[in-house]
Structure formats: C-alpha cells, structure tokens
C-alpha cells in the first residue's frame, strides 16, 4: 500500500479496496484504489490512461490479471458482473432503446428477484427522485441528453448498488445542458452512502462532483489528493495544464530553483532540494524590448509559437529560454503585434510563483 | 467528411446525392444491360400470357391444388419455426463467442447454401433414412422413420433454408452493440437473460427478415424434398412437387400453381422491401 500526498490507504473493511492489474498486449493498468463509504473519487487522466479499463474491471467487464477487489469486506475478484453489487452509468448511458424509461429503471431491480409489479412500484420511485415522473413512459430516443443521463443514473441506482460507476458521465451533453446535469448529478452524488467511482477527462466535472481526484496516467496513479491541494500542488505536466499552470522541476536553493533543463526561477519559498515551481499564465508579462525598469528577477527571451483565444483572453505558447504559457488581452497582443515567430521577453515576479518540494 | 458536406452549399450537396449517375449510358453497356433485363422479364411475362386465365378460378379451387398449397405453407412455416429455434442460437454462438474452429464451423453453416439440394437430400438420405446413420436407431429404438413423411419434408427445408437465417442474423448480431448485453448483465441479469430480454428485441427487425427469407427458401424447395421426402400429394407433395409434375399431363395447372408461387415470392420481396430496395 502506498502513502501519496498524505492519503493513508489501508485494508479497509467498509468501502473499496482495489488494486487493478489489467494485462494488454501493449498497455499494462496497474492502480491501486480505496474509498470510503460516502466517498466520491475521481479518476482523472488523458484518453487511453487506463481509466475506463479500471472502471470496466471494477464492475467484472474485465477480467482482472492481477490484484484484487474487496468491497465492504467482500472479495469481489471472482464474482460475475451480474452478482456484483456494483452500477455502472456508461458513458453513452446505453438506455435499452426498446424499453420505456420506466422499464430501464425497473430493469435491474426485476433481475434481482423483483417481480414485475414491484419493480415498476421502485423505478418509478426512482424516476420521480430523478424529477422524470412525467417521462416514465417515454423511450430513450425521445429523451434529451440530460434526460437519458438522469435516466441512466436512475437504473444504476435503482438495484441498490455499494459501488456506484459512472463513465464519463457528462460528456455526451452539450455545454449547457451540462452546467444543469453537473449540479444534479452532484446532489445525487452527495446523498449516496456508499462509494462511487467517475471516470473524466474534465478537471472541472472531477474537481466539482468528487471529494478525491486519482490522477492516472499511462496506467499509473501519478497523484492523489483533494481537488484544491491537486489544483495547487501539480506534479505532472498533464495535470498543470489540465489546472492552467506552466509547472517546472529542478532543484531548489533558498530563494532559487535550478530548472533540470534551462535558467533559474526566483521564488518566494525557501527550499532545498528537488522541487517544483508553479505560476499560472496571467503571471506573466510579455514586452517586446527588453524592459528596464522591472523589477521582474525573473526576465526570459522567448519567441511565439502560438496564439490562441482564451475565453476573453489570447494565450500564447512561448518557446525559447523556459517554454511557458501566458495570458493577456486582446489589446495586449495586438500592440505588442504578436505573431508567431516574433521575439518577445517574458516576466513574472518572484510573489507569484509558488514553489513546493518534488 | 459529414463537415465539409454540410458546409457546402445547398445546391452541391443536392447534387452529391446523384453523385456517378448520368441519364445517358454508352451503347457497350446499355445494350448487355437491356438484354440481360429482358432476360430476366420474359418467362415471367411468358408466364402471365400463357395463363389459362379463364379456366383460373376452377384450377386454383381444385383439391389438389389446395392439399399441395396447404403442405406447402405447413411445411414452409415448420421449417421457419425449426430454424428458428436453433438458427437464433447458433448465430448467437457465432457472433458472441470464440471457440477453436469457429471459422471452419461458420463455413459448415454456409455450406448448405451452395451446396446442390440434390445432394443434401442424399446426405439426409444417409444420416436419416431407415438404414441411415442416425436413422437405424430412431427406427429400431423409437419406430420413427423420417424420410418419405411430413416430417421429412420439415428436415429437408428446414436444412436448406436454415443457412439464410442463421447469416442473416449473425449479420444483425454483430452489427448490434455487444454493451447493451454489458450494461444489462451490470444490473443484474444473467447472460442469457440479456440475451432474451435485450439483444433479442434488439435484432428482431434482422430475425424477422432472416424468417422471412428462409421461409420464401423452404417454399420453393425441390431438390432435397424429392430427394429425401418423395412425391406423394397430401402428404409430401409440396407445390414445387406438383408444379413440376403438373407440367407432365396438364400444362395449365402448372402455370396456375406457378402463378400462385410468384405471387407468394411477390409478397415476399414487398415484405422485406425496406431492407433490399432501397440499397441506393
């Protein structure tokens, strides 16, 4: 068992505790993972991490080649899917489109013994905690996104699951649709008692529907913690630009960290040792002459290699001394005429960096 | 591709649909393709001239006419019935599972379909006849015999027309998402729960189709049924039977239960329209 950013993780006897070995031809998943009754974890990481292969080898989809699957006690390893005590709201929802949307609901709790009555008596149930009584008896294709998704979250709940999945539970709604469904979901979230588990490649839907971010990356956990110490404190380049900081690591001495390949930056921490130093893109200052009277001790040539819009705002990839993002407005740019391939100097004072031990 | 077609102008778009056809054809190819119409046309055209349509009515009422219809539409629907029974499955077993051999089986399934009737009323011949393989027992053990019965005629459609169901719904199976089995068996049911309560609705439009296919083979069989069934009006004489051996003493029966047989193939094709018709 691992000890990552302060995280304890023991054998526990309520909640989960995994650890995943999944064997691919080219992919190896190696994952441990623990939560506690009432916990909400994200896995967080880039397409072809590992997590969506995690979370079909939680339900028993894939089998695992390693490792093992306690849940509240219970070895799951060797159960079939259809024993487990685990719902799983897919990522397209996969709503049984033959089936009205109180007969999806109904579906789960039918296998398990309900008879048909009953099963109806508890979907509708659900359907109504969902606020979809008026849709019972529509069919999928008739629902919109947000609809199916609470439809989808209404079945996975509805068999009274210990472990409750979801992939990438937003990401077949449109913009809108999703700020609304985020918050409910939320809600749902926070009232289920025992584990649930999410799947996303948003920081934004990981950082608002969990308690605790998992950072996967190439099948591996590369951090842990609460969303805001994970927002503050990346320790991979995947996540600072996920959480939109230029993040490096070097060694520090004092009021300097030494980058492994490049200058120095000035902080304000004292350190020593191996560290990384973090400032998001608004820090930085551009000017196209070399400025006089800043008093930035931290002063880099760069060249543009690319703009963007960002939001209100242009972001501009800076290639040269130290590779860096930063932001500035559109006026900005336009009369420091930004372009790619022209030569700008860049600044950021020490105060807005923020360094932290590697 | 969908992008830049949908930001095309309405006008480009239109004509993309039509995209390759042209109202004018080189004489190379409009000559064999107007001949090999024809073809096609002319004995069904011949058949509707030569039509004793006076005498219809009187032909199309006789006995046997009706025994041989009613065999006909038994047997056919029998046949549908039996290969659905262990059609469904068997395209389930090739479409959702591995098992060594699995291609070489794919191949035995198919191989009724080009394979002469003749040949696989002979092959039934040797497994189901009376001094057959597996037929010596079921006629020393249980007294059935199976060739030149009702039954057999059941057998010999049933193994020829099973292979058009057991293709066209593995077809279906696997263009289906195997998920929804998935996301059914993470709520609790079992695989063949899933099965029955998920893939099936799901494929049903391909099941159908399968059916009806097998079922428009199995009325037109005349080889195998010969073969291992014989001939014997009102109890294995089917109208193929009867057409073919109407043609030997009274023409004009044969082309009224023709008659009969196209119209059934007719109602066939309307009935599987939206699947073949529309392939532009």
Not at chain 2, 147 to 176: Q, Y
Request: glycine residues 8%.
């Amino acid at each position: 068992m691992t000890d990552l950013d302060g995280i304890t993780t023991s054998v526990l006897t309520e909640g989960l505790d995994a650890h995943l070995v999944v064997d691919r031809a080219t992919f190896r998943l190696d994952l441990a993972l623990t939560a506690a009754p009432g916990e909400v974890v994200a896995l967080l990481g880039p397409n072809g991490a590992g997590k969506t292969t995690a979370l079909r080898a939680l339900a028993g989809l894939t089998p695992l080649t390693s490792g093992h699957l306690r849940l509240d006690g219970t070895r799951l390893d060797a159960m079939p899917p259809e024993s487990r005590p685990v719902g799983v709201v897919f990522q397209d929802y996969l709503l049984f489109p033959h089936l009205t949307a109180l007969d999806n609901v109904a579906f789960g709790p039918r296998c398990r013994g309900a008879n048909k009555a009953e099963a109806r008596v508890q979907a509708a149930v659900w359907l109504d905690r969902m606020g979809l009584a008026d849709h019972a008896g529509a069919k999928p294709r008739r629902l919109s996104g947000g609809q199916a998704q609470r439809v989808a979250v209404a079945r996975a709940l509805a068999t009274g699951p210990r472990l409750l999945l979801l992939d990438e539970p937003l990401a077949a709604l449109d913009a809108r649709t999703r700020l609304e469904v985020r918050a409910q979901l939320r809600r749902h979230l926070s009232e289920f008692e025992a584990v649930a588990v999410l799947v996303t490649h948003d920081p934004l839907d990981a950082m608002v529907l969990a308690d605790r971010l998992v950072v996967v990356e190439h099948g591996h956990v590369v951090q842990e913690g609460t969303p805001s110490h994970i927002a503050r404190h990346p320790r991979t380049d995947y996540i600072a630009r996920l959480v939109g900081l230029n993040l490096y690591r070097g060694r520090a001495e004092g009021h300097t960290v030494r980058l492994d390949a490049g200058p120095a930056i000035t902080t304000t921490e004292e350190l020593s040792g191996p560290a990384f130093v973090a400032f998001p893109p608004g820090a930085v200052t551009l000017y196209r002459d070399r400025p006089t009277g800043s008093s930035a001790r931290n002063l880099w040539r760069c060249e543009v290699a690319g703009l963007e819009t960002h939001g209100d705002q242009i972001r501009a990839d800076l290639t040269g001394e130290l590779p860096l993002t930063a932001d500035l407005t559109t006026v900005a740019a336009a009369e420091l005429d930004l372009h790619p391939g022209a030569p700008v100097w860049a600044t950021v004072k020490a105060t807005q960096t923020h360094a932290y031990p590697a | 591709m969908t992008d830049t077609l949908e930001s095309r102008p309405r006008r480009d778009r239109h004509r993309d649909r039509h995209r390759g056809r042209t109202r004018t054809a080189p004489i190379p190819l409009l000559v064999p393709a107007l001949v090999g119409l024809a073809f096609l046309l002319l004995p069904l055209i011949a058949l509707l001239v030569r039509a004793p349509w006076r005498s219809l009515p009187e032909q199309l009422t006789s006995a046997e006419v009706w025994e041989a219809l009613r065999l006909s539409l038994l047997c056919a629907t029998a046949a549908t019935v039996l290969s659905l029974v262990v059609g469904v499955p068997l395209a389930w077993l090739l479409a959702r599972t591995w098992f060594p051999g699995r291609g070489f089986v794919r191949a035995l399934v198919t191989l009724p379909l080009v394979l002469p009737p003749v040949v696989g009323g002979v092959a039934l011949l040797l497994a189901f006849g009376r001094n057959g393989v597996i037929g010596q027992w079921l006629d020393s053990w249980f007294g059935i015999t199976l060739p030149f019965t009702t039954t057999g005629v059941v057998l010999a459609e049933t193994f020829v027309a099973m292979p058009f169901l057991v293709i066209s719904v593995e077809g279906t199976l696997r263009a289906a998402d195997p998920r929804y089995e998935e996301a059914a068996t993470t709520l609790g049911a079992s695989r063949f729960t899933a099965f029955r309560r998920v893939t099936l609705p799901l494929i049903a439009p391909g099941i159908a189709a399968g059916a009806v296919l097998a079922w428009a083979r199995a009325l037109g069989e005349f080889g195998a049924t010969i073969t291992f069934a014989g001939n014997f009006p009102g109890r294995t004489q089917t109208m193929p039977l009867a057409v073919y051996l109407a043609l030997q003493n009274d023409p004009a029966a044969a082309i009224a239960l023709s008659l009969v047989l196209l119209a059934v193939s007719i109602a066939v094709l309307a009935a599987l329209r939206d699947r073949w018709m529309t392939a532009s």
